[in-house]
């Protein structure tokens, strides 16, 4: 068999790894490029390192952008394979891709309005969103079903974001029988919804995440005693509190905390609104889909006749007319919006409207990547600008990190620890310093015996019987070390004497 990791390879965004197994191609995710400044994503974007008309298949982990944002453009490139998933995800991944296309046709309006020269194509248009979803098929969780000769696939639940799979394939290869698990990205345990991720038991091969390879979180079970406390001091004082919403899994999770505090009564019932469309339109699949929730959502609401999602007091706003006049709401409410990193999209508004009124208060309940506004609120910048004027920021900002939907440094080693046989571990889906740690901390806290590869951008492995050989000759680990060591100073002439073995 053999990998080559075409995207998320020391790097968070982008996730796409190509397979090959009795000559048959099968991608793993297949990722939009974001963030690290906009001509390099836009660059990344647009090359793909294989032909999509000879993949045979793709297996999609999640819904997220940075896993499904580029399935449109595989299939205007002539991708013509089925592409597998569960329910949840076909459906998310839909108005997800919708809305990505929306962004990208704005984006290319933008640039071709603003600077002349050759015109800019928007990287895929909504009629491929539609040519795409036509490839999708799906399959419930732990039910193996046969991809192709001698390959089998099964979807375990990541507990990442409602519908995410851990995806383990099954194959025969040259009368070997071998197992490759791929990660995904891993929820975090215990966070309302969605269940705890799965925990294979056994597999050859693993391809896991790292995206918190070195960070811990905070628990979770501290957020209700936490969120009633902020919510009553601001009713209190009549402030409002604006949350910058990541509109898919984290904006519901919110939502969720703030029905179980109204329903034990330990908040009042101030007007909860969600104003974001695409938030809208998630929490709809989301209610849709209870077959996905964990047992303490059901015992929470479902077995209640209760949506967690729709209740007296909140309000899903879509239309612009409906947004601008929650400018003139008077006392205390709380406002969800996107887009989470501030960036763009209704919160700017927001902000700009609530943030230098020293009575309203910003809750951070996601990451905000470095250049963003939203860094620029976490790190305690007292002047925000939006729409090209400075306005002071003197709201309160409160930050909490237990939202997370990924696994922490502990969950992660966890997790590969529990998996029996394990010879190959790739470790992917990290800024380079989180793969680091990831790999390091397998060798030497899990004191594990086989072999762990942090493959750069474009390589290729061959793995057969348990024997990885890459692309560069790399089979030892500390070949590896010394490469990287040569990496840091730069050393081209050893570099190129590597890639020659
Ligand atoms: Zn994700």
């Not at 990505?100 to 309005?113: G, L, R, T």
């Not at 091969?205 to 905070?218: G, K």
């Not at 904006?251 to 469309?277: C, G, M």
């Amino acid at each position: 068999m053999k990998i080559k990791f075409c995207g998320a390879a020391r790097n968070v965004t982008g996730s796409n790894h190509l397979l090959e197994i009795s000559g048959k191609k099968i991608l793993l995710d297949c990722g939009l490029f974001q963030g690290g400044g906009r001509a390099k994503a836009a660059l990344l974007n647009q090359e793909l390192l294989y032909d999509p008309k000879d993949v045979d298949y793709l297996l999609l982990s999640h819904a997220h952008i940075d896993h499904a944002g580029r399935i449109p453009m595989l299939v205007k490139k002539g991708f013509r394979g089925k592409v597998f998933c569960t329910k949840a995800t076909k459906e998310l991944a839909n108005v997800l891709l919708q809305d990505s296309a929306h962004i990208q046709m704005q984006d290319a309006f933008y640039i071709n309005k603003k600077f002349k020269g050759d015109k800019v194509e928007p990287l895929y248009k909504d009629v491929d969103v539609k040519k795409a979803m036509e490839l999708f098929y799906t399959h419930e969780y732990t039910q193996k079903f046969k991809l192709d000769e001698g390959i089998w696939v099964t979807f375990y639940d990541a507990g990442h974001v409602l519908g995410s799979s851990i995806i383990v394939i099954d194959y025969r290869e040259d009368g070997e029988y071998q197992r490759l698990t791929f990660t995904g990205d891993l929820g975090q345990k215990y966070v309302p919804i969605v269940n705890d991720p799965y925990q294979v038991k056994e597999s050859d091969i693993l391809i896991t995440e790292s995206t918190y390879a070195s960070h811990l979180h905070d628990s979770f079970s501290g957020v209700h005693d936490d969120l009633a406390m902020i919510i009553n001091d601001l009713v209190a004082r009549k402030g409002k509190i604006i949350v910058p919403g990541f509109s898919f899994e984290r904006t519901q999770e919110f939502v969720y905390v703030l029905h179980e505090l109204i329903n034990q009564k330990r908040i009042p019932q101030i007007p909860i609104f969600v104003d974001s469309p695409l938030s809208t339109e998630i929490s709809k699949v989301f209610d849709k889909f209870k077959e996905y929730y964990d047992e303490e959502t059901f015992r929470t609401f479902v077995d209640k006749k209760q949506s967690p999602f729709y209740f007296e007091g909140i309000k899903y706003i879509k239309n612009v007319e409906h947004s601008k006049k929650l400018n003139q709401f008077d006392g205390s409410c709380i406002i969800i919006s996107a887009s989470g990193m501030c960036e763009a999209g209704r919160i700017k508004h927001h902000l700009k409207n609530h943030m230098s009124d020293p009575n309203n208060l910003i809750l951070v309940i996601g990451f905000m990547a470095k250049g963003t506004r939203g860094r620029q609120i976490v790190e305690g910048k007292r002047e925000i600008k939006i729409f090209g004027q400075r306005y002071p920021l003197k709201a309160d900002v409160v930050i909490m990190n237990s939202f997370s939907a990924h696994a922490d440094k502990l969950e992660l080693l966890d997790y590969v620890k529990n998996i029996q046989n394990l010879k190959n571990v790739f470790v992917v889906h990290g800024e380079e310093t989180e793969c680091a740690v990831m790999r390091d901390n397998i060798y030497n806290v899990l004191k594990f015996k086989g072999r762990v590869d942090v493959p750069h951008q474009g390589e290729e492995y061959e793995v057969k019987g348990g024997e990885t050989r890459s692309k560069l000759g790399l089979r030892r680990k500390k070949d590896y070390q010394e490469l990287e060591e040569l990496e840091r100073r730069n050393d081209k002439k050893q570099i190129a004497k590597y890639k020659q073995i």
